[in-house]
């Protein structure tokens, strides 16, 4: 399947859950491979079934993040169905670069994950289209833009503003919240 590369920014404790079920995936696998040898299978063999375990037993992070993505998603708030980008839209949907906003004032982890490319077009597509109508408010009103002074009454519209767009990394940090190993291991006492 054809994949797209996204960048974006996730909160630090996402980042390191991650990066613990990664451990623990490797340990279970070696653990497995162990067993295997144990049993009577040679190395190889040992090494040839774990292989084949691996997409069920250990799906990779991206895969992980990709179903957390899908099911947030498909919450009825940004289920859609949307008007699909249009190519200027894309291409600046493909730019990086920060959304308006106020800072979140948490320590944030950016990270790289390659998803299918039907899901990174529907991310985009959702993220564009819910935050339309309030980033066309705050442009109307002059309040994005590099080196603008505003006024703490401007501050404040455009931090109400803001914090209705839904840009991808908002969505991708939201759907490992709720669907990522962090909420897996809260929902299941762990």
Excluded: H
Excluded at 46 to 63: G, Q
């Amino acid at each position: 399947m054809d994949k797209t590369s996204i960048t974006v920014m996730i909160y630090a404790y996402q980042a390191g859950q991650l990066e613990l079920l990664k451990r623990q995936q490797a340990l279970e696998e070696k653990a497995t491979q162990d067993a295997l040898v144990t049993q009577g299978n040679t190395r190889k063999q040992a090494r040839i079934i774990v292989a084949r375990m691996r997409p069920a037993e250990w799906p990779s992070l991206e895969t992980i993040v990709g179903q957390a993505v899908e099911r947030r998603l498909d919450e009825p708030d940004l289920v859609g169905p949307w008007e699909p980008l249009a190519v200027a839209e894309e291409e600046q949907l493909a730019l990086s670069g920060r959304w308006p906003g106020a800072s979140l004032g948490v320590s944030m982890v950016q990270r790289n994950y390659s998803l299918p490319t039907p899901l990174v077009r529907r991310l985009r597509t959702t993220a564009w289209r819910v935050s339309e109508a309030p980033m066309r408010e705050l442009e109307a009103r002059g309040l994005v833009g590099a080196g603008l002074v505003l006024t703490e009454a401007q501050k404040l519209v455009r931090d109400e503003l803001a914090a209705r767009l839904y840009p991808v990394p908002r969505i991708v940090r939201e759907a490992l919240a709720r669907y990522g190993p962090a909420a897996s291991s809260e929902t299941s006492g762990a």
